[in-house]
């Protein structure tokens, strides 16, 4: 059974950081890109920021300059470091991977998300 677990979530100030994890477990073959989606209430889910098998990475525009998505391949881990935080980057954020399993073949997995507030 794959599973994807992130952490890291929490309040924080406008103007603060956050880094979150996501890490991968379970037996599999291979992962393709990684990536990072959020929903905010009453929004539909939205990527945030991608990096590929070669670590090519890509980002939303609203998040661009502020976030940095990297991955520890050794430990089937991608984070998502957040700074200059602002209000509107409230939502549940979750990690997202399409993994190559020994019995299903490839499929799409999805964290359980983790809560990520901006307030003061």
């Known amino acids: 059974q794959v599973r994807l677990a992130e952490s890291g979530g929490g309040l924080v100030q406008p103007g603060g950081s956050l880094r979150l994890s996501c890490a991968v477990s379970g037996r599999f073959d291979s992962i393709r890109s990684m990536s990072w989606y959020r929903q905010a209430p009453g929004k539909d889910r939205e990527l945030v920021a991608r990096?590929?098998?070669?670590?090519?990475?890509s980002y939303a525009a609203p998040v661009k300059g502020r976030f940095t998505i990297s991955r520890d391949s050794r430990k089937n881990t991608v984070y998502l470091q957040m700074n200059s935080l602002k209000p509107e980057d409230s939502a549940v954020y979750y990690c997202n991977a399409p993994i190559l399993t020994p019995f299903d073949g490839w499929n799409v997995y999805w964290g359980q998300g983790t809560q990520v507030t901006v307030s003061s």
């Open positions: 990096i590929g098998s070669d670590d090519a990475t």
